[in-house]
């Protein structure tokens, strides 16, 4: 089942719950991704790799919104950005821990080759396309940088 008929049925399963929040955040997941489908040509449907990151990209969105409202003191709009992230993170991979970052990485820099700085291009490429939802970019590539050096 691809996740766009994930997040269709989980639509569902919120309005027979009557889960307000948590449909909100779905509807949202669901016109973006309708965009996006449409937008890439009449009648193309999207892989579930396109899928990811537009999810990735809402939750991203959502946390600098809510980080954005602290700053702000409204909380009750940081609260209700949050509930949307929780929402939206559980049509993610589940995230690798420091450990499991740390041995892919290093995996990644011996199947490369890379041995200093200068490599570090590369093997941020090859990373950012093997752990695509599973870590986040920055981290990736602090870790890279830290491993290189």
């Known amino acids: 089942m691809s996740l766009f008929d994930q997040v269709s049925e989980a639509i569902i399963a919120a309005m027979k719950a009557r889960d307000k929040e948590r449909l909100e955040a779905l509807r949202n997941l669901k016109k973006v991704m309708i965009e996006a489908r449409s937008s890439k040509g009449a009648g193309s ?21 809510a980080e954005i409202y602290q700053n702000q003191n409204r909380i009750d709009l940081a609260e209700q950005e949050m509930a949307q992230v929780t929402v939206l993170e559980t049509f993610l991979p589940k995230p690798l821990t420091s450990e499991e970052l740390t041995a892919a990485l290093t995996a990644i820099i011996q199947q490369t080759g890379a041995s200093t700085i200068k490599d570090m291009g590369k093997v941020i490429g090859l990373a950012s396309r093997e752990l695509a939802g599973k870590a986040d970019g920055k981290e990736i590539a602090a870790r890279i940088k830290e491993m290189l050096s």
Do not use: H, N, P
């Open 45 to 65: 449907e999207l892989t579930d790799e396109e899928s990811l990151k537009l999810v990735q990209k809402l939750v991203k969105q959502g946390r600098e919104s």
